[in-house]
């Protein structure tokens, strides 16, 4: 037996065949990249966030409740546009405001002695010893007042006298009826216009430099002879933005005059109803 080795060669060792029946060996998958595994989980995590956000899920009280915020916040928006909104006295000067503001105090401390007065009437109605008489009288009075008020009587007392010179031919009679709305309000309780009684159903027609008051007509100047406190019925002609003013924009002047006696002479027929009568008939 001889010592000698045998030197390898390099014949590919052989695959052994499938056994009998086997499928195809399935070829490994190759390796994936570095950093393709995070890039693949990366873009799993964003594509679970879209599906969370959208669509998005709304529960009923979560519906609720962004409709009340929007009534809140719609309520607040209307709020504050009309808290910012530009009132009629917010440039006035402050001798105006104190002025508007004596007034309404005027007007209040009319309305408490009218309430006084009528209690003390009633007061004096319950105490009196001869109601009968007590009535009669009160009855009369009543029916003086009533009749100046529906001017079928004469009356005078202090009061103002307003005049209005109309050179332009500017004035139109719903200015003049303004002035008139503004007396009552300040208390006014007999006026007349150039001879013409001014009673609950006066109206004002016409263009400027042609009007009628109740048909009748009336030329400049206007002439408003009225009843009342005087200390009342001027500053309410002069308040910002009102009869004076509104007059001077039309380049008439308006001139007012207080008197401790202002006659109102102008009367007007007394009409009976066609179809009101006194409940108690």
């Not at 009628?212 to 030329?219: I, L, M, P, T």
């Given at each position: 037996m001889s010592n000698h080795e045998e030197t390898p060669d390099n014949t590919p060792t052989p695959t052994p065949d499938p056994a009998p029946g086997a499928g195809p060996t399935p070829t490994p998958a190759p390796d994936p990249a570095p950093g393709q595994e995070a890039t693949a989980e990366a873009r799993t995590g964003r594509q679970r966030l879209a599906a969370g956000l959208w669509?998005?899920?709304?529960?009923?009280?979560?519906?609720?409740?962004?409709?009340?915020?929007?009534?809140?916040?719609?309520?607040?928006?209307?709020?504050?546009?009309?808290?910012?909104?530009?009132?009629?006295?917010?440039?006035?000067r402050q001798e105006d405001l104190v002025r508007i503001l004596d007034e309404l105090d005027d007007r209040t401390q009319r309305l408490e002695d009218e309430k006084a007065r009528l209690e003390d009437q009633r007061t004096e109605l319950e105490n009196s010893s001869d109601q009968a008489e007590e009535a009669r009288k009160q009855t009369l009075e009543k029916e003086r007042q009533?009749?100046?008020?529906?001017?079928?009587?004469?009356?005078?007392?202090?009061?103002?006298?307003?005049?209005?010179?109309?050179?332009?031919?500017?004035?139109?009679?719903?200015?003049?009826?303004?002035?008139?709305?503004?007396?009552?309000?300040?208390?006014?309780e007999a006026i007349q216009v150039n001879g013409v009684r001014v009673v609950a159903d006066t109206y004002f027609s016409g263009d400027a430099g042609d009007i009628?008051?109740?048909?009748?007509?009336?030329?400049a100047p206007y002439r408003f002879k009225v009843i009342g406190k005087p200390q009342d019925l001027e500053p309410a002609l002069n308040i910002p933005g009102g009869v004076v003013q509104t007059l001077e924009k039309e380049q008439a002047t308006a001139t007012v005059t207080r008197s401790q006696k202002i006659v109102v002479d102008a009367l007007r027929p007394a009409e009976r109803p066609d179809y009101a009568r006194s409940s108690s008939q």
């Open positions: 669509p998005p899920r709304v529960t009923r009280a979560q519906l609720i409740v962004a409709v009340l915020l929007f009534g809140l916040g719609l309520g607040l928006a209307i709020q504050v546009r009309s808290t910012s909104d530009t009132g009629a006295l917010r440039g006035a009533l009749g100046v008020l529906a001017g079928t009587v004469a009356a005078q007392g202090p009061g103002i006298t307003l005049t209005i010179d109309d050179g332009a031919g500017a004035v139109e009679s719903d200015m003049l009826l303004d002035a008139i709305q503004e007396l009552r309000a300040a208390g006014a009628e008051v109740d048909g009748r007509k009336v030329k």
